[in-house]
């Protein structure tokens, strides 16, 4: 039995946008080297507190409701993780994207005793700096996050500036070709 990952983002198909489109690239990337993916994701499409689960391809989907108030969204939302944690054995949370999934991760992590990795893209801290609800989340999950990965030396620059010198790995954003 291969590695089995949580990964926690904010968007996944079938939302729009680049943060689903990459959540999507790495959930599959990772499956097809023999790693057990279980996406957990937050969709408008559900009601609040309400779950849908499919699997494709060895990755296993989990999408939930959000609702009104952010604080609720994070408590079902770490709830879900950690009861897919128990279910599928999961061995490592990983955040795509700085933000409410990172805190999520790292806070599930930390509370089941296993290690989580923040992921950040290109506008994750431009936007959490300048947003009073996230900022305090972000910065706690990049400083507990067992690894921070960054995709430029100008974005782990930034990282260093909000959270000091702990090593912020280089990993560069992928390009498909389709």
């Given at each position: 039995?291969?590695?089995?990952?949580?990964?926690?983002?904010?968007?996944?198909?079938?939302?729009i946008g680049g943060l689903a489109r990459h959540s999507d690239r790495v959930a599959?990337?990772?499956?097809?080297?023999?790693?057990?993916?279980?996406?957990?994701?937050?969709?408008?499409?559900?009601?609040?507190?309400?779950?849908?689960?499919?699997?494709?391809?060895?990755?296993?989907?989990?999408?939930?409701?959000?609702?009104?108030?952010?604080?609720?969204?994070?408590?079902?939302?770490?709830?879900?993780?950690?009861?897919?944690?128990?279910?599928?054995?999961?061995?490592?949370?990983?955040?795509?994207?700085?933000?409410?999934?990172?805190?999520?991760?790292?806070?599930?992590?930390?509370?089941?005793?296993?290690?989580?990795?923040?992921?950040?893209?290109?506008?994750?801290?431009?936007?959490?700096?300048?947003?009073?609800?996230?900022?305090?989340?972000?910065?706690?999950?990049?400083?507990?996050a067992e690894a921070v990965c960054a995709p430029s030396m100008e974005l782990g620059?930034?990282?260093?500036?909000?959270?000091?010198?702990?090593?912020?790995?280089?990993?560069?954003?992928?390009?498909?070709?389709?």
């Amino acid at each position: 039995m291969g590695l089995r990952i949580g990964l926690l983002t904010e968007k996944y198909p079938a939302e729009i946008g680049g943060l689903a489109r990459h959540s999507d690239r790495v959930a599959r990337m990772l499956a097809v080297y023999g790693i057990d993916v279980v996406v957990i994701a937050p969709t408008s499409k559900l009601a609040p507190g309400d779950q849908q689960q499919e699997m494709r391809e060895r990755v296993t989907e989990i999408r939930f409701g959000v609702h009104k108030h952010s604080g609720d969204t994070l408590q079902d939302w770490h709830d879900i993780a950690l009861a897919a944690k128990k279910k599928f054995g999961l061995e490592l949370f990983h955040a795509l994207h700085a933000s409410y999934a990172a805190y999520v991760a790292v806070y599930t992590g930390r509370y089941a005793g296993i290690p989580s990795v923040v992921s950040m893209r290109g506008t994750d801290m431009d936007s959490a700096l300048v947003d009073p609800r996230r900022m305090p989340l972000v910065s706690w999950a990049m400083e507990k996050a067992e690894a921070v990965c960054a995709p430029s030396m100008e974005l782990g620059k930034k990282v260093h500036t909000l959270i000091g010198k702990r090593p912020v790995y280089l990993v560069p954003n992928s390009v498909d070709a389709d």
